[in-house]
Structures are given as structure tokens and as C-alpha cells.
């Protein structure tokens, strides 16, 4: 069980074009979805935090306008990455709070999506 | 805010010896602590958690003990066997809280 997909796995894009990330619970539902970047060799950086049917919220120095979220469903919150340019190449990862949970704290991850913009 | 920090940043360990990774936090409200392994490539996978009402838990080799007056609690994992080689993150939060990470431990098991 808790099992999080997130689809694709690895995209080339080209510069100034937009990429959406998809991220699915498979088998929780989950009010709270999570979307961090990771650059190589370091940590997991919290982008934002998408709540279902309400608005994304971003950290501190996110643009909102370029990392566009939404959590339409409680299995589905999408990152679409507009005009995308070489300095968004990462690794980006999803997680997923069970909503459904003992403690309720709990999240799963995603298996991320590498990004490649040229 | 929440601050983790996580030591050492890179052990290397003989197969078949222990490993031990260790986490200190910031915010006596945190009160979840949970463990996650991420292999080259792949997202961070759960391997052990452990709430604050607990002092340890165990799971098979692997174990993580809590002290909630000294603010640190740690990763221990017997018996490595070359798969456990990964980085390893520890994470800290309050109830319905976002997770604040440690910077990450890279195992090496040597064979």
C-alpha cells in the first residue's frame, strides 16, 4: 500500500516551453500533496504545498506564476512548469500526506521526474 | 522555525557491521520523525518513523531510538548488506506540519 506515481519519469524540454508533472495516490486519498526540487547531491526542497480544491501554498522564493499546482482530485495534483529555461533542469519529486493515516502525518513519495531543459 | 541537522554526512561501512546516522531538531513541538532511504535516481522511500509518545521502534535490522529531552534521535541499521548503500534522510515535524529534512547521509556498504 501507499503507493504514489508520478508520471513522466524523464522529460527533455525545449527553452520557453511548459512541462506538466502529474503525481497520483494509487491507493489513499490524500487531502495534502507535496512538491519539492532536488538538486544532485543535496536535500529535498519544498516548493509548495497543494491542498485538494484550494490554492497552492509556495515557500519563500517559489514563483507562484512559473510553478503552476493543482489538486483537482484527492489522487491527482499536477506541476505544470511554464516557459521553462535550462535553470529549472532538477529532479522533482512529489509526496503525498495519508489523509486516511494512523497518525496522520505520514508521507509517501513519489519516484520523481527529472527535468531537462535545453 | 524547525532546523534538522543529520551527521555524518557520508559513512562508509564494512558488510556486515552497523550503521548508526543521528538527527538533532530544533522544536520541542515536533513530534514526528521519520526515515526515509533514496537510491540514485528514485524517490525518498519510508523505511521507519517513529512519534514521540515512543522511545524506539524496530524493524527487522533496523531501528530508530528517540530522546525527546536531548532533541536528537537516530538511524540504526545492523547487519548492512551492500543494497542498504543509499542516502538517507531524516525529517522532523509538528501534527499536520510540512517536513523540515536533514542535508542527507550517504552509506557506502563495502563488500
Known amino acids: 500500500g501507499a503507493v504514489v506515481s508520478q508520471h513522466p519519469s524523464w522529460v527533455i524540454c525545449k527553452s520557453g516551453t511548459s512541462v506538466k508533472i502529474e503525481c497520483r495516490s494509487l491507493?489513499?486519498?490524500?487531502?495534502?500533496m507535496f512538491w519539492y526540487r532536488q538538486f544532485p547531491k543535496q536535500s529535498l526542497m519544498l516548493m509548495a504545498t497543494?491542498?485538494?480544491?484550494?490554492?497552492?501554498?509556495?515557500e519563500q522564493g517559489v514563483e507562484k506564476d512559473k510553478f503552476l499546482i493543482n489538486h483537482a482530485s484527492l489522487t491527482l495534483s499536477t506541476l505544470t512548469v511554464t516557459s521553462a529555461h535550462p535553470e529549472d533542469s532538477s529532479f522533482y519529486i512529489c509526496?503525498?500526506?495519508?489523509?486516511?493515516?494512523?497518525?496522520?502525518?505520514?508521507?509517501?513519495f513519489g519516484p520523481g521526474t527529472r527535468l531537462t531543459v535545453t | 522555525g524547525e532546523n534538522v541537522e543529520q551527521h555524518p554526512s557520508t559513512l562508509s561501512v564494512q558488510e556486515g557491521d552497523s550503521a548508526v546516522i543521528k538527527c538533532t531538531y530544533s522544536?520541542?513541538?515536533?513530534?514526528?520523525f521519520p526515515w526515509y532511504k533514496q537510491e540514485l535516481g528514485k524517490g525518498p522511500q519510508l523505511i521507519i518513523d517513529?512519534?514521540?509518545?515512543?522511545g524506539e521502534k524496530k524493524d527487522q535490522r533496523i531501528a530508530v531510538t528517540l530522546n525527546k529531552t536531548a532533541k536528537h534521535f537516530s538511524l540504526h541499521i545492523t547487519e548492512t548488506q551492500p543494497e542498504d548503500s543509499a542516502v538517507y534522510f531524516c525529517a522532523a515535524c509538528n501534527y499536520g506540519q510540512n517536513f523540515v529534512f536533514g542535508p542527507g547521509t550517504r552509506l557506502s556498504v563495502l563488500p
Open positions: 517513529i512519534r514521540s509518545n515512543v
Open positions: 497543494s491542498n485538494e480544491g484550494s490554492k497552492a501554498t509556495y
Open positions: 522544536d520541542s513541538a515536533s513530534n514526528y
Open positions: 491507493d489513499f486519498q490524500a487531502t495534502t
Open positions: 509526496s503525498a500526506r495519508d489523509s486516511g493515516g494512523l497518525g496522520g502525518s505520514e508521507q509517501y
